[in-house]
């Protein structure tokens, strides 16, 4: 299975629930039975993967950080 967070269940991929064997099995079988469906959610993840880099994620926790910290008004190596 997958991060519900990040993959959209039936579109760039399946989420499958912990230790749920049959699920795993239906959702491979379906991926090795139907080559459009294969086709497509490796379209729609590797778009989807896209948006996600440790660029993206680094300046998001940058943002955040420097955002929290403008609403205690401190600055980057105040020590306070």
Do not use: C, I
Not at 36 to 45: E, F, G, H, Q, W
């Amino acid at each position: 299975g997958a991060a519900p967070e990040v993959v959209r269940d039936g579109r760039d991929g399946f989420v499958v629930p912990p230790r749920d064997v049959e699920g795993l099995r239906r959702a491979l079988d379906r991926l090795v039975t139907d080559r459009d469906t294969l086709d497509l959610m490796r379209k729609n993840a590797h778009t989807r993967a896209q948006h996600y880099s440790w660029q993206r994620a680094a300046a998001a926790n940058l943002r955040a950080y420097e955002e929290a910290m403008d609403r205690r008004g401190l600055q980057a190596g105040d020590g306070s």
